[in-house]
């Protein structure tokens, strides 16, 4: 025998219904051999600098990505609860300690999705410390990655999406557009800037003719996506029907400036808003609603009242 080393390791343990807290000591003995002078431990728990078991960790990343609770108030949090000496530059460090040891697990479920055939991404404003910035988030239906930036640049979306070939669904932020794969641009947020633009101009005929338009050539879509799902076997003879609504729509000429304007927004985003029609399984939309908030816009144009797909 050749050396011992103790250590007590702060931890918790979860368990239905409760969350205790719970020290351990580990006790290793090292030893030597007498013949080959190999050295090896009795036990194969290997001790790090931390005092803080894994279990304290999960329970700090919990609280602060999912609770959303500041490491300032999660430190007298933990203190109150368990009497752990917390402070929150301990915190800071164990937090930075897990992103350091998840960036492995980070760049696999970067390259799932980058070799994926689906995902959705959008972004969304954070404020850290009173600062401006931007969250990125790109997912398909069983990983998600989130990026933080400090600007909402393009080149964040550009650099995930360098290498993925398969189908992007998003809002019409135009850092997307630039992105050399399928697109599907998100009809909910389409349908949202139709609406409003009734609302603005309610006596606005061209307008109105517009959105009706488009409703009546998405209803039948919904009801086969409803009876089949997302199939381009029962999709793809809805590509008639896009086809002369487009025919339609860009050989009237409009007078006010807001039916141009949606007219020349259809046309642009033609080969991007029917995507769901040649590949399978591409929802139409880049987030999922309720339908409970699609009854509280009762009074809202016909196609608003229509099912979103789960």
């Given at each position: 025998?050749?050396?011992?080393?103790?250590?007590?390791?702060?931890?918790?343990?979860?368990?239905?219904?409760?969350?205790?807290?719970?020290?351990?000591?580990?006790i290793?003995?090292?030893?030597?051999?007498g013949?080959?002078g190999?050295?090896?431990?009795?036990?194969?728990?290997?001790?790090?600098?931390?005092?803080?078991g894994?279990?304290?960790?999960?329970?700090?990343?919990?609280?602060?990505?999912?609770?959303?609770?500041?490491?300032?108030?999660?430190?007298?949090?933990?203190?109150?609860?368990?009497?752990?000496?917390?402070?929150?530059?301990?915190?800071?460090?164990?937090?930075r300690?897990?992103?350091?040891?998840?960036?492995?697990?980070?760049?696999?479920i970067?390259?799932?999705?980058?070799?994926?055939?689906?995902?959705?991404a959008d972004?969304?404003?954070?404020?850290?410390?009173?600062?401006?910035?931007y969250?990125?988030?790109?997912?398909?239906?069983?990983?998600?990655?989130y990026?933080?930036?400090?600007?909402?640049e393009g080149?964040?979306?550009?650099?995930?999406?360098?290498?993925?070939?398969?189908?992007?669904?998003?809002d019409?932020?135009?850092?997307?557009g630039?992105?050399?794969?399928p697109?599907?641009?998100?009809?909910?947020?389409?349908?949202r800037?139709?609406?409003?633009?009734?609302?603005?101009?309610?006596?606005?005929?061209?307008?109105?003719?517009?959105?009706?338009?488009?409703?009546?050539?998405?209803?039948p879509m919904?009801?086969?996506?409803?009876?089949?799902?997302?199939?381009?076997?029962f999709?793809?003879?809805?590509?008639m029907?896009?086809?002369?609504?487009?025919?339609?729509?860009?050989?009237?000429?409009?007078?006010?400036?807001?039916?141009q304007?949606?007219?020349?927004?259809?046309?642009?985003?033609r080969?991007?808003?029917?995507?769901?029609?040649?590949?399978?399984?591409?929802?139409?939309?880049?987030?999922?609603?309720?339908?409970?908030?699609?009854?509280?816009?009762?009074?809202?144009?016909?196609?608003?009242?229509?099912?979103?797909?789960?």
């Amino acid at each position: 025998m050749n050396g011992r080393d103790r250590r007590n390791v702060i931890d918790m343990r979860f368990s239905d219904g409760w969350v205790r807290r719970w020290v351990i000591r580990y006790i290793v003995d090292w030893y030597k051999c007498g013949g080959c002078g190999s050295w090896f431990a009795s036990d194969n728990y290997r001790l790090d600098k931390s005092r803080y078991g894994a279990n304290v960790v999960a329970y700090i990343i919990y609280n602060i990505i999912e609770v959303h609770i500041s490491q300032y108030k999660l430190s007298h949090i933990i203190q109150k609860m368990f009497a752990y000496p917390l402070s929150q530059q301990t915190i800071h460090r164990m937090v930075r300690r897990a992103a350091d040891k998840y960036q492995e697990t980070f760049e696999e479920i970067r390259q799932r999705l980058s070799q994926g055939k689906l995902i959705h991404a959008d972004e969304t404003h954070v404020s850290v410390k009173g600062t401006n910035s931007y969250v990125w988030v790109f997912t398909s239906m069983e990983d998600v990655v989130y990026i933080w930036s400090q600007t909402r640049e393009g080149f964040t979306a550009a650099n995930f999406l360098k290498d993925f070939g398969g189908v992007l669904v998003s809002d019409f932020y135009s850092a997307y557009g630039s992105i050399n794969c399928p697109q599907q641009k998100c009809l909910i947020h389409l349908m949202r800037d139709l609406n409003s633009d009734i609302l603005k101009e309610p006596f606005n005929d061209e307008i109105k003719g517009i959105v009706q338009g488009f409703a009546t050539l998405l209803k039948p879509m919904i009801d086969t996506i409803d009876r089949f799902g997302l199939k381009t076997h029962f999709l793809r003879k809805h590509k008639m029907a896009v086809a002369r609504f487009y025919d339609a729509l860009l050989c009237r000429r409009y007078d006010s400036g807001l039916a141009q304007k949606t007219q020349e927004r259809l046309k642009k985003n033609r080969t991007r808003l029917f995507t769901f029609l040649e590949y399978d399984n591409v929802p139409r939309e880049s987030r999922v609603l309720p339908e409970s908030w699609l009854r509280r816009r009762a009074g809202m144009p016909p196609f608003y009242r229509c099912p979103v797909v789960r």
